[in-house]
């Protein structure tokens, strides 16, 4: 699969505009009085902060691998978006609680100011979530900074709504009330991305039929079993595969010939990126499929 990159150019852009949504809502949220105008701005506060990560994260990430990192430096897109994630968490349950506060001691909200801030806003999330939509179905780190700015849209127009109910008809719970509706659909959209992170990151196997890979390394000419099986995500593109297996007694140069095969049908077959072939005769023999861990 080919990995959407997004250019500098893109990342600041995107960044200054997020920026001045910031600076606009926050002016906006305290002169209306608006707890929810407060909570878009902060949010694209975290945005700002978190496409800023994010791109030193993809830079970082396009190292070549070294002595110090011999699989390079991919996991470090996938160390920003758990850091993204947990930072969109914790700003969601802020701003609930300040919600409840608010439904207890009610606070005056000029809906006109509101109403107009947040249709700025939302203009220019739309143009920030259409800049980095194509990128966040390739990369995990993309993802969760285009969920910052996507929450940040639906945030705008759920401002927008209140703004328009406060005006028309001066319902002013409706602003702490969407305040805790975005914010719990922000945590509903941001937990599969920490959950994600965390399964890399602890090197969770990824989902494959081992079963069948074992099977169909065996159909190769010369290959008896297959045991000791280690696979992990470099990030979530990446998976590395490591295997011993048994052989007939051949010479080495026809083992080679044998573990290239293997590696051919794991590449090809089950698009596994990094194949570590470890071919035996006798050891191992009666090893299980996955090995008991004291014996790794």
Request: with cysteine.
């Amino acid at each position: 699969m080919q990995e959407t990159k997004m250019t500098g150019a893109r990342f600041l852009f995107v960044t200054l505009l997020n920026l001045l949504i910031t600076v606009a809502e926050i002016a906006g949220g305290l002169v209306s009085g608006s707890l929810a105008l407060l909570s878009d701005a902060f949010h694209n506060l975290g945005d700002s902060l978190s496409i800023v990560l994010g791109y030193v994260a993809q830079r970082i990430s396009g190292k070549q691998q070294n002595r110090q990192r011999t699989f390079g430096y991919r996991r470090a897109e996938i160390l920003a978006a758990f850091v993204n994630g947990l930072f969109l968490i914790g700003v969601s349950v802020v701003l609930m609680v300040e919600a409840a506060r608010r439904f207890m001691k009610p606070e005056p909200i000029n809906g006109d100011i509101m109403l107009i801030v947040a249709v700025i806003g939302l203009l220019a999330n739309l143009i920030s979530a259409i800049l980095m939509h194509r990128g966040a179905e390739e990369s995990l780190n993309i993802k969760a900074t285009y969920l910052h700015v996507l929450a940040d849209a639906l945030s705008s127009i759920a401002v927008i709504i209140g703004g328009v109910l406060i005006v028309v008809f001066n319902i002013t719970w409706i602003d702490p009330l969407l305040t805790l509706l975005v914010s719990f659909y922000i945590i509903y959209e941001t937990w599969p991305v920490i959950h994600d992170s965390i399964s890399i990151l602890m090197q969770t196997a990824p989902q494959l039929d081992y079963d069948a890979i074992a099977a169909d390394i065996t159909t190769i000419p010369g290959v008896i079993r297959v045991h000791h099986i280690h696979a992990w995500l470099i990030d979530e593109n990446k998976v590395v595969f490591s295997a011993h297996v048994n052989m007939q007694d051949v010479m080495l140069s026809e083992a080679e010939q044998t573990v290239a095969q293997i590696r051919d049908l794991l590449v090809q077959k089950y698009h596994l990126c990094h194949v570590t072939i470890q071919p035996e005769v006798h050891h191992g023999a009666n090893d299980a499929l996955f090995v008991n861990k004291d014996r790794l």
